[in-house]
């Protein structure tokens, strides 16, 4: 009988504040939020186009967490400053992912805004300072790539933005995928 594999170490998400918003970890009480994200029909027409359960939802919360614990950085929570009104999901990760195209150890960034955040400048905010804080971070090397399906022109204003610049266009389960790359300052 083999050993039992050690357990994740102790990690610690880091809380990012910045003029408007907090990122935090998630948590238990998180899962009604972001059910009401992932289940919403408009915000997953260019994420797979399919809503999710509220047992999917939670393998997701438990995904994001483990994540930080395996490697390093993940994805967080994102709320309103002043009044902790849920506005979404951003992060970085490493989902590995099956492509016909490699990211060569790129994390990937994501960013999903809820429709009553939508355009106010949240997304830009929130991936800034996430940008930001992996720049500094070792875990995480200095290029990373976003995936956005063919026609979410809001996602692709962002990611221009943020310095992303198409590298490749691709399939991801059957529908049309650009990826984006950029090396963070």
Request: charged share 25%; aromatic share 10%.
């Amino acid at each position: 009988m083999s050993a039992p594999a050690e357990p994740a170490s102790r990690f610690t998400i880091p809380r990012i504040e910045t003029e408007r918003l907090v990122l935090r970890g998630h948590t238990v009480a998180d899962l009604d939020d972001s059910h009401s994200l992932w289940s919403d029909p408009e915000i997953v027409r260019y994420i797979g186009g399919r809503v999710a359960t509220r047992e999917e939802v939670w393998a997701r919360v438990q995904r994001y967490v483990g994540h930080w614990a395996l490697s390093g950085f993940g994805f967080w929570m994102v709320r309103d400053r002043a009044t902790d009104a849920f506005i979404g999901e951003v992060g970085i990760a490493d989902f590995q992912r099956t492509l016909d195209l490699s990211f060569n150890g790129a994390a990937e960034a994501g960013w999903v805004i809820s429709p009553s955040a939508q355009g106010k400048g949240y997304a830009l905010e929130a991936m800034r300072t996430v940008l930001a804080w992996a720049a500094r971070h070792p875990a995480v090397q200095r290029r990373t790539v976003c995936m956005i399906e063919v026609g979410n022109e809001p996602s692709v204003r962002v990611a221009t933005k943020l310095g992303y610049r198409e590298h490749a266009r691709t399939t991801y389960k059957g529908d049309p995928v650009v990826v984006y790359e950029r090396t963070n300052d």
